[in-house]
Every structure is written in structure tokens, then in C-alpha cells.
Nanobody
Framework: VQLQASGGGLVQAGDSLRLSCTAS????????MGWFRQAPGKGREFVAA????????YYTDSVKGRFTISRDNAKNTVYLLMNSLKPEDTAVYYC??????????????????WGQGTQVTVSS
């Protein structure tokens, strides 16, 4: 499975961005999909996850109410809509796929496939 993330950029605080991650190969429609981010000098952290059919989502507290994860299995694509962006959201954002059937995981090592990352920079 190959994951290709896109949609990052340089924006001002309060702006919005939508990240996309398109999968090729594998069984995208069966996977839990997640977004993670890594800020400069920090470790990679969980942002959001969505179940195989989009019926369930999970967010880290710092993005609840601002970010929305969604997916289109017909297009093998998962999205992360980011509203009301803050400078502290600045990071490289990665999409990831978890083949496990079951509950969401926020742990990096639970995810089997990773995209290459897309840079999001939010200026104050």
C-alpha cells in the first residue's frame, strides 16, 4: 500500500486547509485511517482517526472542534479539514493506515503504512 499526502501549505492563523491522502494498492476500504503530525524538534503525535466506513472518528483534544477527518472509499482517499488553524498546528502531517480490525489506536506502531508527509505552516 502506498499513501500519498497532499494539501499542505503556508497559511495565516485562523485560516483553513484540507489535507488529502490517496492510497494505491491494498484494501483501503478495510483500513482504519489516521493522521499524525510532527512539529520541529518534537515527536510524532496522533491527530485523528476514522473507521473503515467513516462511521466513527476520534480526535486528539487539541484539535477537537477545529479538525474534521473524513474518507471517500470510492476514491481511496482520506481527508483532514483543518479550520481555525493556530501557529501551534505547524508541523509535517502524515497519513497512515492500520490493517487491524477493531478500535482506534493513537500509537504510531499500530499503523502499518505511512505517507510521505505534507508540511503545514501557520503564521501568526
Amino acid at each position: 500500500v502506498q499513501l500519498q499526502a497532499s494539501g499542505g501549505g503556508l497559511v495565516q492563523a485562523g485560516d483553513s486547509l484540507r489535507l488529502s491522502c490517496t492510497a494505491s494498492g491494498g484494501a483501503f476500504g478495510r483500513y482504519i485511517m489516521g493522521w499524525f503530525r510532527q512539529a520541529p524538534g518534537k515527536g510524532r503525535e496522533f491527530v485523528a482517526a476514522i473507521s473503515w466506513n467513516g462511521g466513527n472518528t476520534y480526535y486528539t483534544d487539541s484539535v477537537k472542534g477545529r479538525f474534521t477527518i473524513s474518507r471517500d472509499n470510492a476514491k481511496n482517499t482520506v481527508y483532514l479539514l483543518m479550520n481555525s488553524l493556530k501557529p501551534e498546528d505547524t508541523a509535517v502531517y502524515y497519513c497512515a493506515a492500520d490493517r487491524t480490525i477493531g478500535t482506534f489506536s493513537i500509537e504510531i506502531n499500530a499503523y502499518d503504512y505511512w505517507g510521505q508527509g505534507t508540511q503545514v505552516t501557520v503564521s501568526s
